[in-house]
């Protein structure tokens, strides 16, 4: 309930800043502004200059396009936020993959592409999202959801970073260390993983294998 108060106040704050301008904050709002964080008050002020540049064509579009997400039920907008983030932290080269399948994805017959989509809705809940984290970790992603479910906010972000650095020896292998391991003991895992360098790594794996 707080987090969404705070996205509200936001979400007023960036509406406010659109309509009286960038450099003309409301004085009731001014010191919501200087209490976030550098990066948001950056990316606000930022959309309020862009949101002044459009033309009245440009405005109505977006207009249209934020009425069409508010009128989307909640878990739909949920589906696609996720989709979003995690578009965005693929690398470039996972992201040219994704792409080129697509492309042949839409190049296939209808027949063909209504096969593939049966067999893709047929897999587990779980497996589908999986493939969200990109097609080198999406592949392993079955024997990895032990150690990737309910990770801490703050360690998402850099667990994924070295899972994508590891080798698929080296996460087939993290992942049977992990199918081994109690629920109460992968988060000590999880820290423990990213504690050990990248040169470490295959040692650590072999040695925790052993046990």
């Known amino acids: 309930m707080r987090r969404d108060r705070l996205r509200h106040r936001w979400a007023m704050l960036a509406l406010l800043l659109v309509a009286t301008g960038a450099g003309s904050t409301p004085p009731?709002?001014?010191?919501?502004?200087e209490?976030?964080?550098p990066a948001v008050q950056t990316?606000?002020?930022g959309n309020a200059t862009?949101?002044?540049a459009w033309s009245p064509a440009q405005q109505a579009a977006f207009r249209e396009r934020v009425a069409q997400w508010d009128a989307l039920p909640r878990t739909e907008r949920d589906a696609r936020r996720e989709r979003y983030l995690a578009w965005q932290a693929l690398s470039a080269a996972e992201r040219a993959q994704v792409q080129a399948a697509a492309a042949q994805y839409a190049a296939m017959p209808p027949d063909l592409q209504g096969a593939w989509r049966a067999q893709f809705d047929a897999m587990d809940r779980s497996d589908r999202r999986g493939w969200l984290f990109g097609p080198a970790l999406g592949a392993d992603y079955g024997v990895l959801q032990p150690l990737l479910a309910q990770v801490p906010e703050g360690d998402h972000a850099a667990l994924l970073r070295t899972l994508r650095e590891?080798?698929?020896q080296q996460r087939r292998e993290l992942g049977v260390l992990a199918q081994r391991t109690p629920p109460a003991g992968r988060e000590a895992l999880r820290r423990e993983l990213l504690s050990v360098g990248a040169n470490e790594r295959a040692d650590w794996l072999w040695t925790r294998l052993q046990h």
């Not at 009731?28 to 502004?33: Q, R, T, W």
């Open 35 to 37: 209490r976030l964080p």
């Open 43 to 45: 990316r606000l002020r």
């Open 166 to 168: 590891m080798t698929p």
């Open 28 to 33: 009731e709002l001014a010191d919501l502004l």
């Open 50 to 52: 862009q949101w002044e």
